[in-house]
């Protein structure tokens, strides 16, 4: 075989792998591959939700934090601005109706995924006011808003979500 059958043998192996590439790209782009545990939207039913604590979520894969505050505490993540590492969430990723000091739709709930923002693992629960990030060291105020420490992190990201009229169902579109 000399170089010009070689190089257009290359050449055709070369198109056929692009064709191939090309394809799968438009079956990925219009047929949805994702598994069968991944849905379009979550809906969580809301019953005897305490007040100032923190609520886990789960559905499939997805796991939320849920915070109903209280007036009280609603005043307190208001005026605190110390030991906060982005008080007014300019760096986080969050809808449009999150920009805000409590980066919530509604003021009585706080919503968000339940994963921190350093090294990705579940957060737990401090103390009456402070979550913390199970494997490391970062934390967040119920507000969702990194705590002043050793390293720099995003606050908590917050999803797409809506409550019914009367706050009893949470929907979550991830």
Same mark, same amino acid.
């Given at each position: 075989?000399?170089?010009?059958?070689?190089?257009?043998?290359?050449?055709?192996?070369?198109?056929?792998?692009?064709?191939?590439?090309?394809?799968?790209?438009?079956?990925?782009?219009?047929?949805?591959?994702?598994?069968?545990?991944?849905?379009?939207?979550?809906?969580?039913?809301?019953?005897?939700?305490?007040?100032?604590?923190?609520?886990?979520?789960?559905?499939?894969?997805?796991?939320?934090?849920?915070?109903?505050?209280?007036?009280?505490?609603?005043?307190?993540?208001?005026?605190?601005?110390?030991?906060?590492?982005?008080?007014?969430?300019?760096?986080s990723?969050?809808?449009?109706?999150?920009?805000?000091?409590?980066?919530?739709?509604?003021?009585?709930?706080?919503?968000?995924?339940?994963?921190?923002?350093?090294?990705?693992?579940?957060?737990?629960?401090?103390?009456?006011?402070?979550?913390?990030?199970?494997?490391?060291?970062a934390?967040?105020?119920?507000?969702?808003?990194?705590?002043n420490?050793?390293?720099?992190?995003?606050?908590?990201?917050?999803?797409?979500? $809506?409550?019914?009229?009367?706050?009893?169902?949470?929907?979550? $579109?991830?």
């Amino acid at each position: 075989m000399n170089k010009r059958q070689l190089l257009v043998r290359l050449t055709q192996w070369s198109m056929a792998l692009l064709a191939l590439l090309g394809l799968y790209v438009v079956l990925d782009y219009t047929i949805d591959f994702r598994p069968a545990t991944i849905q379009s939207s979550y809906h969580f039913s809301l019953d005897d939700i305490p007040v100032d604590q923190p609520v886990w979520l789960s559905q499939d894969n997805l796991t939320i934090l849920l915070i109903r505050r209280s007036d009280r505490l609603r005043v307190e993540l208001l005026e605190a601005k110390l030991n906060l590492q982005d008080p007014e969430s300019q760096s986080s990723r969050q809808p449009e109706y999150a920009k805000n000091r409590l980066r919530s739709r509604s003021e009585e709930y706080f919503v968000s995924y339940a994963l921190g923002t350093d090294l990705g693992c579940p957060l737990e629960a401090v103390n009456e006011q402070s979550l913390r990030e199970s494997c490391g060291s970062a934390s967040y105020d119920y507000a969702g808003r990194a705590i002043n420490g050793q390293n720099r992190f995003l606050n908590l990201a917050i999803p797409d979500y $809506n409550f019914n009229h009367d706050f009893s169902a949470l929907t979550v $579109n991830p």
